[in-house]
């Protein structure tokens, strides 16, 4: 958990891409609002998303030609995206001096660190609460000169405090331009003895602030809860082994389905529960106090939420699907070359049985679907000693290796729908991508459907 902290040189940052720049911390904002943190549990279980994003700026007093350093943004309780995208909006657009556009590198003092990094403003986000992390991201066109004395004993104290500190050069020349190149040398020998303190330049672009924001929001983001799985194959790989354990780390932060099977009183329409979301073991209507037959429940209804109820038509049924439980087993049915999967195109085989009902089976091959899991060994305590855990790392990284030479992946199937965490009662199907970095991406690959038809209308579709 990190809470960060962006400190904006808006002397130093054009009109053009000042504007860039708002872009990117509002959709940093959006992202973390819509975020999940509990991996694939309840959405109504999470905690609210914690306040972890501040924004301070430097700019010239126009009165008094002074710099002042001002907080913008200040992070307190839980996160309200209205309030920071007001801030955002809000910040001063016309605080750029034309006359720094043609300096490189401006004196230390101009980035109040020591301000930033006080008790007045850094180090009194987050309250009392020790697993909070902190880093400042320093943004700026200009580099900052030689640190001087206090600058540098403001940054090793803040390496005491476990605070980072990242500092964003967004290049307004190549940085090839010889002066340039000179200072930005100069001033990474500067920090080099700091091991808190990092540096970046960019050219600014669309590309360049995607990735800014995607390693922002990965700072943002709790520890990942990686889900336990297993990769069973039909025949031993390696001796007596016919298993990989492994993690699979979300590459987003999934919203889980929350639409929940429930019963409801016919009379009244009220949820069956004790009034604190649990449900009770007699059928007893929550207004009346009446104890309910079976003729009066409507059983097949939807909770959305913790207070909507929707009353399905008396056709629809629905299977309450339980969350899945680690390790989940995923079987691995077959290679397949991966020069013969689409993102885009997909192929139908369709299967029809004629009996007393009409069945249709429709399977759908050669498609891939799906946002990726990144699979990675697992290092976990179901690995009983050191041994296993590396004999475990050492397949997973044969066998990526041999299938990335290959070009090929492996088709699996599981239980578990990737996409709600749920257990499902068919067959899943997805594929491991290898890569040649010793890691893989899980995907759906083959989407299953059944559809059940009968005389007179469409009797139930399950997925």
């Known amino acids: ?155 090793t104290d803040a390496a005491d405090k476990c605070v980072s500190v990242d500092f964003v050069l967004l290049e307004q020349v190549p940085s090839g331009v010889g002066s340039l190149s000179e200072s930005i040398n100069n001033f990474v020998k500067n920090i080099c003895d700091l091991e808190n303190c990092s540096f970046r330049n960019h050219l600014p672009d669309a590309k360049v602030f995607c990735i800014l924001v995607k390693e922002w929001l990965n700072d943002l983001r709790d520890e990942a809860e990686e889900l336990q799985v297993r990769l069973k194959f039909k025949k031993n790989i390696l001796g007596s082994l016919n298993q990989i354990c492994c993690n699979l780390i979300p590459s987003f932060n999934p919203i889980i389905d929350e639409f929940e099977p429930c019963k409801v009183c016919r009379c009244h329409g009220s949820l069956l529960d004790d009034g604190h979301g649990n449900k009770t073991t007699k059928s007893i209507c929550p207004v009346t106090g009446n104890e309910l037959g079976t003729l009066d429940l409507v059983a097949n209804s939807l909770k959305v939420g913790n207070q909507t109820v929707l009353l399905m038509p008396s056709f629809h049924c629905y299977t309450k699907l339980q969350h899945v439980t680690a390790p989940v087993d995923f079987s691995i049915v077959e290679r397949t070359n991966l020069g013969s999967l689409s993102e885009g195109k997909c192929y139908f085989h369709l299967l029809l049985l004629s009996t007393l009902f009409f069945t249709c089976w429709i399977f759908v091959t050669g498609l891939i679907l799906g946002t990726p899991f990144v699979v990675v060994p697992s290092t976990s305590n179901e690995l009983d000693d050191t041994d296993q855990t590396e004999l475990n790392y050492q397949v997973f990284q044969g066998l990526c290796n041999a299938l990335h030479s290959l070009d090929q992946g492996l088709v699996c199937s599981s239980r578990c729908n990737t996409e709600t965490m749920r257990e499902t009662p068919f067959q899943c199907y997805y594929i491991l991508l290898p890569s040649n970095n010793g890691v893989m991406l899980l995907r759906v690959s083959y989407v299953f459907l059944y559809w059940r038809f009968e005389i007179g209308g469409l009797d139930n579709i399950s997925r």
């Open 1 to 155: 958990m990190v809470m960060l902290c962006f400190l904006l040189d808006l002397r130093t940052l054009s009109p053009p891409l000042l504007r860039d720049l708002k872009q990117s911390l509002l959709q940093l904002a959006n992202f973390y609002a819509i975020s999940c943190s509990g991996g694939h549990k309840s959405i109504s279980k999470l905690k609210p998303l914690r306040d972890r994003i501040g924004i301070c700026y430097v700019i010239r007093n126009r009165v008094s030609c002074s710099l002042e350093m001002k907080v913008a943004y200040r992070p307190s309780g839980n996160f309200s995206l209205r309030d920071f995208h007001h801030a955002v909006n809000n910040l001063p657009t016309d605080a750029f001096l034309p006359e720094l556009n043609n300096n490189i590198t401006i004196p230390c003092s101009d980035a109040h660190l020591e301000t930033v990094l006080s008790d007045k403003v850094l180090y009194s986000w987050g309250g009392d609460n020790e697993d909070v992390g902190r880093k400042v991201i320093v943004v700026s066109s200009c580099l900052l000169e030689n640190l001087d004395t206090v600058a540098k004993k403001t940054l």
